[in-house]
């Protein structure tokens, strides 16, 4: 890893200037915020399209955009990336099909453009935000992540995003907000997967508040240089790299902040398997199988040992005193 | 027009019933087995071992319905091929899952109900595949087809894997389960009537 993150955010200081002061790029990040309120009234917008936007029409009507200005890995790793085909071809997205391939084979005709997400709750600025204005007044980041499937195969792949830290802050959440829940776009006509009853409907996670704003949580809207394919989340998903896959959203049209540990769809779906906090956790087996070693794909052999909160141990702190095996 | 004589229906048969190991082969050779080739294997060998075995199942309800009596002689290879392609699967779990951690192995099997179900459809296919010689057949007599009942053990049981491998039930496992409940319906039919 080529920086050292934050060692401890304890959840009610996260705004606190302490906190923002350790920050490595203050002036840079506080010239963000000051921006971000000076815009605020002009991005909350509607959510109708804006005429000037082009719109699209078929499968390719959009092909992956070039991103720039994104400072290179600024969170790395020396392991071996997975291939543009291989990230793009196998993984689960069940708003497209249980399959590991129907993502990318269904997700063709996904408009992601025009693209508003709603960011409400117990915030004092809510907002509805055109995804540029979301993500343009912050610094694109390279983040080359470990993702460690809860099916036990695991990738590393290079995403470019922002810290969801810095969307958080702009919202200013109230006290009272302890859970951040997010929600997957609910649309059948373009998402095949949700017209058969494999989850509830939209798709919904959470994290706790201070996981949320932890400095390796990040919003993904890029992948190799370009913009996300819609069959990895497009146009913008959360990226926890020390959680199972599923709790990472995709697609998502809304961020709210509530009181209450938010319904996640998994959870909903199959309780006793699928824990809120799903920390990969190589202690805490799958009930039907063990969590201990890992597919790193392509490779043949699950022999690759999984590690504790999948390698980023600094994250360790935030879960100081809880008994991992009940909270799984 | 003649019908094509028996050993040549029965090659046939054999031919196109080794297809899909031969078409894995290739997909190796050609590396062709997708972003996880582990699970493309262990998915298409478990497939074909369950769907033989709904086949194998199927054999007896054809022969009464249509009173082809001769398709009985294709039960015992396509039984064979259930085991052949069961064997495939349950090595990919050997070397692929678990490479060769027997302590692991013995472990899964005690305490995850998913593999305890696997494991159980392929242990009760032995017996049933060792005694499929004529030999055996002889010896055995009558107790030969008591035994090979234990294919319904088989069967429920790798049907119940497959359901507990997914994380959301719907689709094939399903499908699979449900052919299962007919082949078996028809059994439970008979020996309803035959009392």
């Known amino acids: ?328 | 027009m003649k019908a094509p004589p028996y050993a040549v229906l029965k090659g046939l048969t054999f031919t196109i019933a080794l297809v899909p190991a031969a078409r894995l082969a290739y997909r190796i050779y050609t590396n062709d087995l997708g972003v996880n080739p582990a699970e493309t294997l262990q998915l298409d060998t478990g497939g074909w071992a369950l769907k033989f075995l709904l086949i194998t199942l199927a054999i007896s309800p054809l022969r009464r319905l249509s009173g082809w009596n001769r398709i009985i002689q294709y039960r015992r290879m396509l039984g064979l091929f259930a085991f052949f392609y069961a064997c495939l699967h349950f090595l990919t779990y050997i070397v692929l899952d678990k490479y060769f951690a027997f302590g692991e192995m013995v472990a899964d099997v005690a305490k995850r109900p998913f593999i305890t179900a696997g494991f159980v459809a392929f242990v009760t296919m032995i017996p049933l595949a060792v005694t499929s010689t004529k030999g055996w057949i002889r010896r055995l007599g009558r107790r030969w087809q008591t035994l090979h009942r234990l294919i319904y053990v088989s069967g429920v049981a790798a049907a119940i894997h497959f359901i507990w491998k997914v994380k959301v039930v719907i689709g094939e496992p399903v499908y699979y389960a449900a052919a299962l409940g007919v082949l078996l319906g028809f059994r439970i039919v008979w020996h309803l009537r035959s009392r």
Not at chain 1, 48 to 63: I, W
Not at chain 1, 115 to 124: M, R, S
Not at chain 1, 312 to 317: D, G, H
Request: proline letters at 9%.
């Open chain 1, 1 to 328: 890893m080529l920086i050292k993150t934050a060692r401890v955010i304890p959840s009610r200081e996260i705004t606190d200037e302490p906190v923002y002061l350790r920050r490595r790029e203050f002036m840079r990040v506080a010239g963000g915020a000051a921006f971000a309120a000076a815009v605020a009234p002009l991005v909350a917008c509607a959510s109708e399209p804006s005429a000037a936007e082009p719109q699209a029409t078929g499968p390719f009507a959009k092909p992956q955009l070039p991103l720039a200005g994104y400072k290179e890995k600024a969170v790395a790793t020396d392991e071996t990336l997975n291939t543009f085909d291989q990230i793009t071809g196998y993984n689960n997205f069940y708003e497209f099909g249980t399959g590991k391939s129907d993502p990318k084979r269904y997700s063709g005709s996904l408009k992601t453009s025009p693209w508003t997400v709603k960011v409400d709750g117990l915030c004092n600025k809510p907002a509805d935000y055109h995804l540029d204005d979301l993500i343009k007044p912050i610094q694109l980041e390279e983040r080359i992540y470990r993702l460690r499937c809860v099916e036990a195969w695991s990738m590393v792949i290079p995403w470019i995003g922002v810290p969801l830290n810095e969307v958080i802050k702009r919202a200013e959440p109230t006290a009272k907000a302890a859970f951040v829940e997010f929600t997957t776009l609910l649309r059948p006509s373009e998402m095949p997967g949700q017209n058969t009853g494999s989850l509830d409907w939209p798709y919904v996670e959470g994290l706790r508040l201070d996981e949320a704003m932890h400095p390796l949580t990040i919003l993904a809207v890029g992948l190799y240089g370009k913009t996300l394919m819609p069959a990895n989340g497009a146009p913008i998903r959360l990226v926890v790299p020390w959680k199972y896959g599923f709790k990472s959203a995709k697609s998502i049209v809304r961020i709210r902040f509530v009181e209450k540990q938010p319904k996640t769809a998994w959870n909903l779906a199959t309780p006793s398997e699928y824990g809120f906090y799903s920390n990969v956790n190589p202690e805490v087996d799958h009930p039907r199988w063990s969590q201990k070693y890992e597919r790193r794909l392509p490779s043949f052999f699950q022999n690759h040992p999984t590690q504790m909160f999948n390698g980023y141990s600094e994250v360790a702190s935030l879960y100081a005193g809880m008994d991992l095996r009940r909270n799984y």
